[in-house]
């Protein structure tokens, strides 16, 4: 008995492989370019961290550039001002940028285009151009310390740039400044598609503005959230811009990040780009291991 084919079915598959084949055209050229320019940059990095040498005269080491991290006293103090930065500012920002949401969302408030406008000003700016003038506003002659003298708050100029702790705490300042209204538009975009019927049924039951900020704007914020978090956690391991043009790492090495460390390796001190890509691999570690915690403590499964 012969067997006949199903014209439905070849049309079936006929549809499906060229939908499929369609959909591949679509997305080959992405596919091509994240493999160009993303995997294959970071197979190569890893593979010049199993080297090292002076400019393009490279051995391989093996594992000996990883064992040189633990004791190397300059990798391990911009680590810790990495790290520091990170435990202070990231928090700093996220609560700003939710507290300055939380008020421009406001209904009531006048003048709402104006301050978000404002706040969300310092994201635009060039990361040069706004570290530049934070370097002249906390300078010893500066706008921040002739104010602080007018209004009798300080006897004498603050070595703002010269001392190691004033110098870490400008830095914070200026990141903070710059990154605290580009997470606000993120929060302020979520906050205007919760249902305004949660606030004023809490508002009957008696719960007040602080009550609804911690039970009702946070968890439905959280995915949000989550999303800024990570995307800070991820810039402040990558800190450059701001330490080359405020301090340049100073005092001494009180400042510098491992994204500085790095280029130092790489252009400023004796070409070494097989231990540069060492250290760099230190900040795909660190973002792995601190995304992974923020997932989670945020509870998220998925």
């Known amino acids: 008995m012969s067997q006949t084919s199903n014209p439905t079915h070849q049309t079936t598959f006929a549809q499906r492989f060229r939908k499929n084949y369609i959909g591949w055209l679509f997305i080959i050229l992405s596919v091509l370019g994240i493999s160009l320019f993303y995997f294959y940059?970071?197979?190569?990095?890893?593979?010049?961290?199993?080297?090292?040498?002076?400019?393009?005269?490279?051995?391989?080491?093996?594992?000996?550039?990883?064992?040189?991290?633990?004791?190397?006293?300059?990798?391990?103090?911009?680590?810790?001002?990495?790290?520091?930065?990170?435990?202070?500012?990231?928090?700093?920002?996220?609560?700003?940028?939710?507290?300055?949401?939380?008020?421009?969302?406001?209904?009531?408030?006048?003048?709402?285009?104006?301050?978000?406008?404002?706040i969300f000003l310092p994201a635009v700016t060039s990361l040069v151009a706004y570290a530049v003038i934070f370097k002249y506003l906390f300078a010893n002659d500066g706008l921040v310390n002739d104010f602080l003298l007018n209004m009798n708050l300080i006897s004498e100029p603050l070595n703002w740039l010269s001392d190691p702790f004033l110098a870490k705490l400008t830095i914070i300042i200026a990141i903070t400044w710059r990154w605290t209204g580009y997470n606000m538009i993120f929060y302020l975009s979520a906050l205007q598609n919760v249902d305004k019927s949660l606030y004023e049924a809490a508002k009957i039951d008696g719960a007040s503005a602080v009550q609804q900020f911690f039970f009702i704007t946070i968890p439905l914020l959280k995915p949000i959230i989550l999303f800024t978090s990570i995307v800070s956690t991820i810039g402040t391991l990558q800190l450059f811009d701001e330490v080359m043009n405020i301090t340049s790492g100073g005092p001494g090495n009180s400042t510098m990040t491992i994204s500085m460390y790095i280029y130092n390796l790489s252009f400023e001190y004796t070409p070494d780009f097989g231990y540069a890509a060492t250290v760099s691999y230190v900040i795909l570690i660190l973002v792995v291991i601190l995304s992974f915690i923020q997932f989670k403590v945020a509870g998220d499964r998925d």
């Open 41 to 118: 940059p970071m197979v190569q990095a890893f593979l010049l961290s199993l080297q090292s040498g002076m400019g393009a005269n490279l051995d391989y080491v093996g594992l000996d550039n990883y064992v040189r991290l633990f004791n190397d006293p300059t990798f391990i103090t911009a680590l810790t001002n990495t790290v520091l930065y990170l435990l202070v500012q990231v928090p700093v920002m996220i609560v700003l940028a939710l507290l300055f949401s939380v008020l421009l969302n406001d209904p009531t408030l006048k003048f709402k285009g104006f301050f978000r406008t404002a």
